[in-house]
């Protein structure tokens, strides 16, 4: 509470006397008589309890401290920005807080303030300040009345000498260059004075501390971006129900927890369900607008053209040619997209926060979605398509030399290098595809091998899907080409490989052996993951042969690989061949990946060898020591893919903890892999606490390898089901799993699985079907 109010004059007797003048001096000030100066401070006495002139100063003190107004909802995500502020006044008496319109810089100065009761505060704001009129603003936030004949700096120098103050100089960002000089001459005059400003740039002070305000997290549970998107939505009288969280999340994300789009967003619930929020945000940001308060805050186009207007033209020109980026970017990217030289106007747009750091860490920058959109508002169309096609043309150059040693690059610096380059090469591919762009074919073969070697994504995946269905694509690719992009696809779209694996076959030419490798070893793939998995084994026998005679141990190995899953599969689906001739196969094709440098490879076939061993019980502990072995590996790569590989492995042995699956399920959704999403939801089936329970989760995993186009898995879902159906004692549920394993798997199959008493059940329903 400020206290019972008082007078302007009272007020300005007030600042006199909190600033130590004595009455005679106030008098000066104030161009009024002593008597005159006696007789307010007697007033004041009386208004704000104060015994002596140092309650008085107290006093003062506490009303401008009371004056710190800050929002009551709740500070959400700022505790480590108020620690790291506290630690740049530890090193300086000038803190700067830097970032991005609307990312919270004024809240976090007054909170600051408001928590530090060693300084009295005093609040400048500088949104509508003239350079000639930031001197006048202090004076006036101190309560002083100054003579036009006295030298204004330095009475408001001395003034903020005569207590521990904390300046805090709001939005100073249309005034920095007259701002800085201010600041030197007021702390050349109060030493002790400690300044807090808040801008988009920094003032660029000698002994300047800036401290850069991000954006609040938005991913993770329980992330400070939902918090405030809550907050805001209950304050407005819409509490958000548990069944809304996942939308939350979403748009907190899509906003990149920049504070003011949230608020939009909040405004915006009022009148539009979350979901429909949700979705509306996924095409444009148009909804984010409301009717108060005026200014610059009103929406997120008056935000941020506060900083477009300070912009020269050279400047504009490069943030539009940087906002077409699908991604992110570095500085050599930034140049090839823009001009030579380019360099000192992407680090003045970093000045002005109008770029982020990217999350791949320092070195790589990119614009926040709700900047980027206002951004592409006002860039031709002319422009984007060049800058994606030297966007496509450059990361091709760079993963080229990249992929060039993939094969046998281990390295976490590797690892970290694929994580940035995966995302780059999927948006050109995908641009290159749309633009019937030549580099599509070398783009899909590159993503293919960044995606087999280092792990995926379900988007890159998906990518590589929209590239092996597109026919105008498929006329261009060699048959090396639809190999890599069989390579990647086979835990994905198991009908999509056969389809690739035919073409190279028709249009590989009979005398190229380097063709026909390729060719066979894509067909050999196809089949052993296939519903007719013997089939494999001639195109591996000639695959491996070819590889063999061109002393190409890589391709050899993976030949022995295929040749290994082709037998498991036939011991595990079709009850016949030697489990222990698929275990030999796998340990030849580590042999010969090893022999080729690629470690990755070898980590992968242990995990196949482990799974085999785990799924039929072949030898438990083999198993168990294996899988310990791949996660070990993965984790020294941080190669979350392969990790997940030999968890699940240990999940398959029961050595999983409590929610695991879930993780796993979540891990492997995320890869694109669906064959092993289906994996993990076979287990959970086998786990099921009820027959009913088991039977969900069977369909589940049944529509999962309909997705995959993985018949051989269709079938062993569709046969459990089965089992489940019966346990359930469903009669009509069982009927129908039967009739679905006959679609999958042919009649005979269906009769089979049936009991005595259910053959002529299921034939008559047949017969009537």
Known sequence: MLGPPLTPRERAVLAGVERRLTNPEIASELFISVRTVESHIASLRRKLDADSRADLVAAARHRRESSVRVPANPLRGRGRDLAMAEAAFARGDLVTFVGPGGVGKTRLALEFAKAHDDRTPVIVELEHASAGDLVNRVSRSLGMEVSPHEDLVASVGVALAAQP???????????????????????????????LATSRTPLGGNDEQVQVVEPLVSAGVDAPASALLSDRLASAGQPPTPDDDAHLDHIAARL???????????????????????????????????????????SLETAFEWTWDLLTDEEREVLRRLAALPRTFDMDLAVAVTHEGAQGVVLRLLDRSLLVTAPTGRGRWRLLAVMREFVLARTDDAVVRDVLRRHAELITTVSEGFIATARTDASAEAMQLSVMLCPEVNAALRWSLAERDPLAVRLSALLAIGVEQYGSDADSVEALAMGARDEWMLERATPAQLLVLGNALAFFDVEVVAALAERALTVADASDPQQQRAAHQLAGMAAAYG????????????????????????????????????????????????????????????????????????????????????????????????????????EAMANDHERAHGRLVQATLGLDGPGELDDLIASFRHFGDLRCV????????????????????????????ATAGDRARQILAAQALVAAQRDAGDRGGLLAALDALADVAGRDAALAACRPDEIALFLGEAASA
């Open 165 to 195: 103050y904390l300046l805090v100089l709001d939005n100073a960002d249309h005034v920095v260059p007259a701002t800085r000089r201010m600041v030197s001459a007021l702390r050349a005059l109060a030493p002790a004075l400690k300044v």
């Open 256 to 298: 990149d927890g920049l504070p003011l789009a949230l608020e939009l967003a909040a405004a915006a619930a009022r009148h539009l369900s979350l979901a429909e929020l949700s979705s509306r945000l996924d095409h444009d940001f148009a909804t984010l607008d409301r009717a108060t308060p005026e200014g610059r805050h009103r």
């Open 531 to 634: 519903p007719h998995p013997a089939e494999a084994l001639p195109h591996l026998d000639i695959a491996e042969r070819l590889a063999v005679e061109h002393d190409d141990a890589w391709d050899a190995a993976a030949a022995r690989q295929f040749r290994g899953v082709a037998l498991r599969s036939i011991a595990m689906q079709e009850g016949a061949g030697d489990l222990s001739a698929a275990v030999e196969a796998f340990e030849a094709a580590m042999l010969s990946y090893a022999r080729a440098g690629d470690e990755t490879h070898v980590n992968n076939v242990r995990f196949m060898m482990a799974l085999t061993a785990a799924e039929t019980g072949h030898d438990r502990d083999r198993a168990a020591r294996w899988a310990a072995e791949c996660v070990a590996y993965a």
């Open 678 to 705: 289906h994996r993990v939801q076979m287990l959970r089936a086998a786990r099921a606490a009820s027959p009913r329970r088991r039977v969900d989760l069977l369909r589940e995993a049944a529509a999962i390898a």
